[in-house]
């Protein structure tokens, strides 16, 4: 089984900072990409960053915010600084993760449970 845990939501006033990490355990033989996503009340899940080959940020958060990625401990980070109200969303860990299964080697999509971030103006 593998599990994606995030920790580090919280409320803070707009223009404070919040920093949010992510850890995969289980049995996982290797971890392609990890990534943050948010889904704000009556909108779509979106991006936020996301880090693999390359570090991709949404236009939204450039500049303020910073995905950081330590591969041997299988963590990511996300420093959020400079908040906005409109990034008040409930942030989701997400990871590419491959795992041993029989004699093959399958790559799937795993989901933290989620980390309530509210920012008030």
């Known amino acids: 089984q593998v599990q994606l845990v995030e920790s580090g939501g919280g409320l803070v006033q707009a223009g404070g900072s919040l920093n949010l990490s992510c850890a995969a355990s289980g049995s996982i033989f290797s971890i392609h990409a990890m990534g943050w996503y948010r889904q704000a009340p009556g909108k779509q899940r979106e991006l936020v960053a996301t880090s693999g080959g390359i570090t991709n940020y949404a236009d939204s958060v450039k500049g303020r915010f910073t995905i950081s990625r330590d591969n041997a401990k299988k963590t990511v980070a996300l420093q959020m600084n400079s908040l906005k109200p409109e990034d008040t969303a409930v942030y989701y860990c997400?990871?590419?993760?491959?795992?041993?299964?029989?004699?093959?080697?399958?790559?799937?999509?795993?989901w933290g449970q989620g980390t309530q971030v509210t920012v008030s103006s």
């Open positions: 997400n990871a590419q993760i491959r795992t041993v299964q029989g004699l093959k080697i399958m790559t799937n999509d795993y």
